[in-house]
């Protein structure tokens, strides 16, 4: 009997143990990590051109240093840790490239730039969602979402231009509406305060 539960008792501490690395090792990556989770990570970071050579799936110091340019850039404490905080950034500055490229691309890059303003004006602005996600997808807030363009892969100067409206260039000055006067057909956007216009697209508060 007291073998057994000596069993048991070594059996549970190994557990414990084992729990957390393995928690540990689906929450965060970090120099050592590999695998495909950490090739996945420098892919979407050279996509936005912080990872400059090949992924390799193994996180040194080279993903270290990537990842801490990018907290940098986004306003995430700057570690080069790539932990929860930085996954949840790192996916809305995704979110918001594909609906800049659906939207803007085409235009000149103050206009890309603009288009991902709107987005983080939204969030701070009372009567818009809290989060990204919530933003991107409120019903009818953006053409691509309903179009289906959203879809489509991002280039660099989408990733670029979420990366510099996040930085704090807002050439909207505080603007959470645009629109194209041309093609636009709710006739609601046309009572919006306009505030400038770059390229196509009208700004509006």
Known sequence: MRLNVKISLIAFMCFMVLLPNSIFAQEVLQNGSEGQEVYNLQDRL????YFTTQPTGYYGPVTAEAVRQFQLDTRVLSTGVFGPQTKRKLNNVEMMARVVHGE?????YIGQVAVAAVILNRLSAPGFPKSTYDV???TNA???VNDGQYYLTPDFY???AVIDALK???????SVY???P???TNQWIFTRQTVLRIGNHLFAK
């Open 46 to 49: 050279r996509q936005m051109g």
């Open 104 to 108: 803007a691309r085409g235009e000149q």
């Open 136 to 138: 991107i997808f409120q």
């Open 178 to 180: 645009y629109y194209n």
């Open 142 to 144: 953006f053409t691509a």
């Open 158 to 160: 989408s990733y670029r």
């Open 168 to 174: 704090g260039w807002d050439p909207t000055y505080g």
């Open 182 to 184: 041309v093609l636009a």
